[in-house]
């Protein structure tokens, strides 16, 4: 129940649904990758699912290694801007590494395909992505995740990592605010 001021949040998915899905998709990660590889988050938005996500992986059997890569295309927005900003690089050497890209959100496909394109051309092995959220009817660049946890609505989601101009990362669900903020 939200607070005087606080504005109401509706659940999309639940942290209980999105627990038994990262388990699920870390089985199937292992299954394709094997148990030794990179994992590079792409900052902010999926910090915790990355961490709940490597955690995952971790009980499924694997062991990755995990680097950084920080990108920009919404700024304090609520639609991407159609332009990808390194705000902060790996600094391991991806040559001949497998690769795990984790995003939170799949939409335009811009800054997901600007990821696996430069971790590509610095010699990578291979690099798939895996993404909590798929908007596949927002696609603007022809791309699909190899991995991804839930098909998402045409609506604009706040909480578990996401966030509308710094706020409602915390949240341990996946919502929306039903008057669009």
Do not use: W
Request: net charge negative; aromatic share 8%; hydrophobic share 50%.
């Amino acid at each position: 129940m939200p607070g005087a001021g606080q504005p109401h949040i509706e659940v999309l998915f639940s942290a209980a649904e999105i627990a038994d899905r990262l388990k699920v998709m870390a089985k199937t990660i292992v299954d394709d990758l094997g148990t030794d590889f990179l994992v590079v988050p792409i900052l902010k938005g999926s910090f915790i699912f990355a961490a709940d996500l490597v955690r995952a992986l971790h009980f499924a059997g694997a062991n990755p290694r995990v680097d950084f890569l920080s990108l920009a295309s919404y700024g304090e927005g609520t639609v991407s801007s159609g332009q990808v900003t390194v705000l902060r690089d790996v600094e391991s050497d991806v040559a001949g590494e497998r690769v795990l890209l984790v995003d939170d959100i799949l939409e335009s496909g811009r800054t997901l395909s600007f990821a696996k394109e430069l971790l590509a051309a610095r010699g990578a092995a291979q690099v798939a992505a895996s993404v909590l959220l798929d908007k596949k009817h927002k696609r603007a660049v022809p791309l699909q995740a190899e991995y991804a946890g839930f098909d998402c609505p045409d609506a604009f989601v706040i909480g578990y990592g996401m966030d509308l101009a710094h706020a409602y990362r915390a949240l341990p669900f996946i919502g929306y605010l039903p008057d669009g903020a």
